[in-house]
């Protein structure tokens, strides 16, 4: 590590914690305080009995993983959790009252009205500085409102429809594991047995292992997508179609997406709003049938839009249709939590 | 091979020909032929010098592979061709004029008024007996119409919404070929130099690899499901949107799909439509969350319907939503082929 890379120290540099800090988000949050330069004055990394004692890199130093302990917060000023939401209903209060502001990337408190859920690009306005739970949304739903913000913000959005193409990342470490592993047996002509899923994933789509609502039929990934979208956008009813399909990829997700407006909007309009928006890249050449594909949205930080067109199922000239790909790992996760982080010293400095 | 799956032998059993026979929907008509127990007298593959002199196996026999020329078809009663537009531009009408049946898996005639377009589930009852060229769908046209033909039946359908999720097979052997080894190599760490498409489809997603309209952003694929879905339902200002995607899978498409009615449909009335329809197997269990999967859909011959459910996102709960696995080389081509040819049959019987 030289002068070049590392951040100058700075007084105020925070105390961090990363709660789950060895799991696939964990990783990916260490990759986004670097790649970001987020002021770091103390790495705590924390995690489960079974994995204390290793050390994980940062920024060229070894830092220990500790075991997440009650006593874990003294001194914290950012917390970050992915550690699932039954570790953060028990420890994120605990981080808060020793003083830190918790950014929580599991699903325990999305829906609490006094948690902010937050997309800082949508609706990083209704953060303040004061230390409290802040929910980081799931990966569908913050990939999503990054590209809509500049829509919403400019035109009234009455409609969405979409259908996903999600990656194995979702499932976390062991389900990327499961998919190489099973691929590669395939190939190889040789047997299987999955551990996470009931079935193979080797060249295989399938839709969404959360459990389904028996009633409705939607399973909770798409009603999650529902919600929280919803939630950010702030428009508590807006009609919302979602199925969830995950596909044989590792870290990007896909989303085919129509937007009904309350008129109609020109796509040039559209890819101008787009491309003068933060934290998005519009990949739309029709001539070189270039657009946006995982394999150029892994390890990227900005959300990949394209495909961008009239939707031809809407007779009113109302609904435009595109396709969007982020890292599920970086927008859909880690790179989320560090922007809410960083848009909270904003506020504390302000 | 024994007396058990040889059908008898019948003074009528026709002379069929395959055009293309060494490709990948060359192979999967052969199979199809044999799977169904299609009546063949004698059997005449041809494909391009390049193939001829190679010998393919049919119900047990060696059958040589023949250089396709302008005299292939004399005595020939039933003609698939699965080479290409071109070849079926040249050689399709030739075929007639020796007094043969063209089944024709090539996009050269779809759209050609006095060419019937036929899914035998969804409009079987256009075919007559007279020795003419018959169109066989784009394969998404052929999945998707068999899962509405029962329910296009019973209801009025006024909108389709889909995003699709097709595999290599659709781009033929190579491309099958490529997606295999760029996969090798990718979970090797190996280069690969792909060799069709213009990037890699290891662990990839892509918008469909056909060409783009430069004006309206739909690619070709695209409007082909268009406007061959409207002319197979009989529905010709029928208003679609889709958004066709190429994932990592090897031979069933997978559709994602709203249904517009006039008027609200419920859930179960769909699945006992769907269930006692030919051609469809429901399979949508809730509690164990089992629905359509390629792995599952992959050498059947039906279409795998299920994720059947109200569409959210109408709030006028006219609009309900399902998920569609077909495979693409059987009913998406060469089985639905061997269908026609078996209406064709019927009707000369009767």
Known sequence: MNAHNRPAPESDAPVVAIVGATGAVGLALIHSLEQRNFPVGELRLLASARSAGRSMSFRGNKVPVQELTEDSFAGVNIAFFSAGASISRKFAPLAVDAGAQVIDNSSAFRMQDDVPLIVPEANGKELDAAPRIIANPNCIAAILTTALAPLHERWSITRLSMSTYQAASGGGAEMMEELREGTRAHLNGEE??????????????????????????????????????????????????????????????????????????????????????????????????????????????????????????????????????????????AQNAVQIAEALRAKAAA
């Not at 299987?192 to 939607?218: C, M, Q, R, W």
């Not at 003068?276 to 050449?285: E, F, H, K, L």
């Not at 394209?306 to 599920?328: A, E, H, N, Y």
Request: charged share 25%; hydrophobic share 35%.
């Open 192 to 333: 299987f047995e999955p551990k996470i899923l009931p079935h193979s994933y080797a060249f295989n789509i399938f839709s969404h292992n959360s459990d389904v609502d028996p009633e409705t039929g939607y399973n909770g990934e798409e009603l999650k997508v529902i919600a929280e979208t919803r939630r950010i956008l702030g428009q508590p009813v807006l009609p919302i179609s979602v199925t969830c399909i995950r596909v044989p990829i590792l870290r990007a997700h896909g989303i085919s997406l129509s937007i009904r407006f309350d008129e109609h909007v020109n796509t040039a309009s559209i890819r101008n709003a787009l491309n003068s928006a933060p934290g998005i890249r519009v990949v739309d050449d029709r001539e070189a049938n270039h657009f946006p594909m995982p394999s150029e949205a892994s390890g990227e930080q900005d959300v990949l839009v394209g495909r961008i067109r009239d939707d031809l199922g809407d007779p009113s000239g109302r609904t435009s249709t595109m396709f969007i790909v982020g890292d599920q790992l970086l927008k859909g996760a």
